[in-house]
């Protein structure tokens, strides 16, 4: 058992730290420390998407026949590592990491043809419609209703924190297509074009003051049932596959551990007045790190038994734990850590294009609205709840 | 970077594993807990045979030139059957301490000894006045013409009792008085002026607290030269510290196996117990924290040989996350045991109170988040 990377891994993670230094812009790395958001604007993300495509980097994990770039999981390591140190923008998921690879496992080879290019390139912005108001943890009772009409569907329902629906022009859904003896059956996979008539979409704001997440209604929209992905009524296996990906996709501790720095260095400034000298404050930034360092053991354990072909099994669950567990811990810490200037609210967004000088310091701007939106942290993509469910059921077999 | 075990570490696992499940049961235990050496001279010399006492002695001294991850592996399967044998004591502490400091004929006089199982050792480094801090020493060892002479007071001294040879740590006063270093002192057991006062063990095994005075000793008792051993202390105890962490996390699996067993055929309201969700998330929580935990000794393990900022916030941000992991899932495995898990009836007791003398030993919690938090202000965390 080693921790040092090979002569070629370090050859790599210097290309890696070269390419970031040549083409990530301090424009770029200003709005993604001060977006305080899961995922950074497309103007900012999909610039970043951009490039590292070009590299022919811009999806690490898929096959090389459509476009990855082949690392092994040690190399995949060290690019998230790096990405994360320097502040690179955090790309929204939903294409690359999520419908990519329900497309390349179940899609059809025109929709192969079609869609994987353009989720590439960043030509396409998707988003995710899974839940509903009425079907939150209970996800498989979802009523979005598709009726097929001749070569369409025609969608009815309502789908909700429908994250960057008001960027996209695609959302990948779950739609019941016909009533099984269990709920989870008789829900399909389709692809909608945001475009197509009958669709709306409503603004949520979160607690922190963010326009990230929608409601998106569905009036008789019609959805060509050619943009179906799999077989009708197998959509819930699919979207399964996808919601580990969501879990587990996660080399998570190199993003904290960035997070926990930039606050730490701000408990050490007269800023904070010296936050540091607190011992509490002190001893809590230790918890944290070291709770990242656990975690941090856990992935490269997981990535070094993925390298032999073995599964994650519930350990994805346990990483989706305790990565969101820890980054409430970090944003908790930082508004705490900038002391009465907690009590300034700046209400305008984005926070890196301000007319107007805030209240507080630059780099505190995003302490509040992070703690505060990052409440949902153990709440998406299955709760804190749903995952111990999980863990209870898989690696503990009750 | 791989963390994948090697042939021969799943070698030793499954060899280990195998002789503790093989060696160490209720009974074995139970035996061991009345005897006044508390543990068994038999297995002791199958240690040696097996060469686990030679693991991390070096090849030129008799030994096979293992690292901590390998120790971790052993200390594993030692926590599993809560064995009691000096290994700590004599291997991870006594060896490695004269093994860093010793001279050459010092090292070839005892290293090979302790190899093959004829020599005991033990380090009396603690005292009541310095709570934690490797650093606070109050004994104190005077130069004379012929040698040293040592008085002091040390507690908590692992298998003191049983070492053929106790390392002392003592303040070296020369002929111009206080020099500011500590050094390190062979002391045999049977010297006149060392009375130990044994006890048993939290959690099984024995330690003793020990008087020193008026301590004659020869000139060449001293460990190495008159350089600050110290930084030797410090490394040796973070050795030690990623050891127990690997020793905690056997003694946390037994307990979360034994547990989640236990609240499958326990029925009350007519149903077993883990069909209560609030109970298989609490199940699911200590799982985590056992994993957790095997992620930081692992970690602690493999940073035994970085730099000593490095190496010491690994061994006290494992020490004082293990620690919390161990007293969680120690508590909750009493407590879904219900009512007999208070009692001695059950094993449940003695693996709890072995988690609870892990915390406690070179420090608990809350001081190693302390010394992490200290060492991360002079160093750019990683």
């Known amino acids: 058992m080693d921790l040092s990377f090979t002569t070629a891994e370090r050859a790599f993670q210097d290309e890696v730290r070269s390419f970031i230094a040549k083409n990530l812009t301090e424009e770029m790395k200003r709005a993604t420390a001060l977006t305080p958001s899961v995922f950074s604007d497309p103007d900012i993300g999909m610039a970043w998407q951009r490039t590292l495509h070009k590299q022919g980097w811009g999806a690490p994990g898929w096959p090389i026949e459509h476009g990855g770039p082949d690392w092994t999981p040690a190399q995949r390591w060290i690019f998230e590592t790096e990405s994360a140190r320097a502040g690179v923008p955090n790309v929204n998921v939903m294409g690359v990491k999520m419908v990519g690879p329900v497309i390349i496992g179940f899609g059809s080879p025109e929709q192969k043809n079609f869609y994987l290019p353009r989720i590439l390139s960043g030509e396409d912005y998707w988003c995710q419609g899974y839940s509903e108001p009425g079907s939150g943890s209970d996800l498989s009772s979802l009523k979005t209703r598709a ?51 009958g669709i709306t979409t409503r603004p949520i704001l979160t607690i922190g003051g963010d326009h990230e997440v929608n409601q998106v209604f569905f009036d008789d929209v019609r959805v060509p049932v050619a943009n179906r992905v799999g077989e009708e009524g197998k959509g819930w296996t699919y979207g399964k596959y996808l919601l580990e990906f969501e879990r587990g996709s996660g080399i998570a501790s190199a993003k904290l551990r960035e997070g926990l720095k930039a606050i730490a260095e701000l408990a050490e400034s007269d800023l904070t007045g010296r936050a540091i000298d607190s011992p509490d404050i002190a001893t809590r930034i230790s918890e944290v790190e070291v709770d990242i360092d656990a975690l941090e053991m856990t992935e490269l354990r997981l990535l070094s038994a993925l390298q032999t072909g073995q599964n994650p099994g519930a350990v994805s669950s346990i990483l989706k734990l305790r990565n969101s567990e820890i980054r409430q811990a970090v944003t908790r810490l930082g508004v705490d850590v900038i002391g009465h200037d907690a009590l300034a609210v700046e209400p305008m967004r984005p926070l890196y294009k301000l007319n107007h000088a805030p209240a507080l310091p630059e780099e505190m701007l995003t302490m509040v609205p992070e703690y505060l939106n990052g409440r949902a942290y153990t709440i998406f993509g299955g709760t804190s709840e749903i995952q111990r469910d999980i863990i209870a059921k898989m690696m503990l077999g009750i | 970077m791989d963390l994948n075990p090697s042939d021969e570490q799943r070698l030793l696992r499954e060899s280990a594993e195998r002789f503790v499940a093989g060696s160490y049961d209720a009974d074995h235990r139970r035996k061991l807990a009345n005897d006044p050496l508390g543990f068994s ?110 008085a002091g007071s040390k507690i908590a001294v692992l298998d003191g009792h049983a070492a053929d040879e106790i390392i002392v740590s003592a303040h070296i006063h020369d002929h111009q008085g206080p020099s500011g270093r500590i050094g390190l002192f062979l002391v045999p057991a049977k010297t006149p002026g060392v009375a130990v006062n044994d006890h048993e063990r939290l959690g099984g095994g024995r330690a003793c607290n020990i008087e020193l005075s008026d301590v004659q000793l020869p000139e060449d008792a001293l460990l190495g030269d008159r350089s600050d051993a110290l930084p030797a202390i410090a490394w040796a105890v973070d050795r030690a510290m990623a050891a127990l962490g690997a020793e905690a996390v056997g003694i946390m699996q037994v307990l979360l196996d034994t547990t989640l067993e236990y609240t499958k055929v326990r029925k009350q309201f007519g149903r077993p117990l883990s069909a209560n969700q609030v109970i298989r998330h609490r199940l699911a929580d200590m799982a985590m924290q056992v994993d957790e935990a095997r992620s930081m000794a692992l970690r602690a393990a493999l940073k035994v040989d970085a730099e000593p900022v490095e190496r010491a916030r690994a061994a006290s941000g494992a020490k004082a996350k293990i620690g919390r992991c161990a007293r969680f899932v120690g508590e909750q495995s009493i407590q879904l045991h219900g009512g007999m898990g208070v009692t001695e009836e059950l094993e449940v007791g003695a693996y709890f109170k072995r988690l609870v003398a892990f915390d406690t030993l070179f420090g608990g919690s809350a001081h190693h988040y302390g010394r992490h938090a200290q060492l991360g202000r002079t160093a750019v965390p990683a």
């Open chain 1, 147 to 197: 009726v097929r009409d001749g070569d369409d569907y025609i969608i009815n329902g309502t789908k909700i924190w429908t994250t960057h629906a008001h960027h996209a022009n695609r959302m990948f859904a779950l739609v019941r297509t016909s009533d099984g003896p269990r709920q989870q059956d008789g829900i399909s996979f389709v692809l909608i074009d945001m475009k197509t008539p």
């Open chain 2, 41 to 150: 001279p038999a297995v002791w010399k199958q240690f040696a045979e097996l060469g686990w006492l030679a693991l991390p002695i070096a090849e030129e001294f008799g030994g096979l030139g293992g690292g901590a991850v390998e120790i971790g592996i052993l200390m594993e399967a030692f926590g599993r059957g809560l064995v009691s044998e000096p290994y700590i004591a004599t291997v991870v502490l006594g060896a490695a301490l004269i093994e860093k400091c010793g001279s050459a004929p010092q090292k070839q006089a005892r290293l090979p000894k302790v190899a093959d199982g004829s020599l005991k050792l033990a380090f009396a480094h603690s005292e009541r006045a310095a709570r934690f801090d490797l650093a606070k020493v109050a004994t104190v060892a005077h130069k004379t013409a012929q040698g040293w002479r040592l």
